[in-house]
């Protein structure tokens, strides 16, 4: 069964720390991935995608990596803000234009 | 960018009544939408993929006859929750695939309908 798994539940930095945020998958046969941010009671707003051929990509302060063969990636987000409090969701599809499925996400609070 | 339009952004119907969802593309074409439900703190959860002009396909556990989904142009989907329960209390959210690929990974989310049925 593909899964997606996201560690840890939830995280409270204070501001300015750096921190990561994993998410492994059961299978590695991966199209590609994503990291999405979700506010509260809001749709998702997508991050940062990495192709099964990419080791990372980056976006301002965020940095997602990819190991396809561990079945893993991690987000990493550089000196936090309170801005960025909100769930972060990796979803990985294993075809082009495919359904996504998602981890559990990770609820981030960063505290000023 | 893509943009996905859903509404209503929030709805609270008595138990036995119906629901409909609308999500619509507002600058492109989708000729695939998909459906999907989170729970509070749990993650989404697909529950259809909807193809304009012909039937949606249903995930594994999921009522096509409950869940009704329509697909009946380019840039419209509806989600109707036909005999509403309080167990189907949940945030249901759409996402269509921009042919264009326009924005990160080529996905554009709608900003989702929270149901309560009471």
């Known amino acids: 069964k593909q899964e997606v798994t996201q560690i840890p539940a939830a995280l409270s930095v204070p501001e300015g720390e750096n921190l990561v945020l994993n998410c492994s998958f059961t299978d590695s046969a991966i199209y590609n991935l994503q990291w999405f941010r979700q506010d509260p009671g809001k749709g998702l707003t997508s991050l940062l995608l990495?192709?099964?051929?990419?080791r990372e990509q980056t976006s301002g302060r965020l940095n997602a990596s990819l190991d396809k063969s561990s079945g893993r990636s991690t987000l990493y987000i550089a000196a936090s803000q309170p801005g960025d409090s909100a769930t972060y969701l990796c979803a990985v599809s294993y075809n082009q234009g495919g359904k996504l499925i998602f981890g559990q996400g990770t609820e981030l609070s960063v505290k000023p | 960018g893509a943009v996905v339009s859903q509404h209503p952004s929030w709805v609270i119907c008595k138990s036995g009544t119906s629901v409909k969802i609308e999500c619509r593309s507002l600058?492109?074409?989708?000729?695939?939408m998909f459906w999907y439900r989170q729970f509070p703190k749990q993650s989404l959860m697909l529950m259809a993929t909807s193809n304009e002009g012909s039937k949606a396909t249903y995930e594994q556990g999921v009522e096509k006859d409950k869940f009704l989904i329509n697909h009946a142009s380019l840039t419209l989907s509806t989600l109707t929750v036909t005999s509403a329960h309080p167990e189907d209390s949940s945030f249901y959210i759409c996402?269509?695939?921009?042919?264009?690929?326009?924005?990160?990974?080529?996905?554009?989310f709608g900003s989702g309908t929270r149901l309560t049925v009471v």
């Open positions: 990495i192709q099964s051929s990419q």
């Open positions: 996402s269509a695939r921009d042919p264009a690929d326009r924005g990160i990974g080529g996905y554009t």
């Open positions: 600058d492109f074409q989708a000729t695939t």
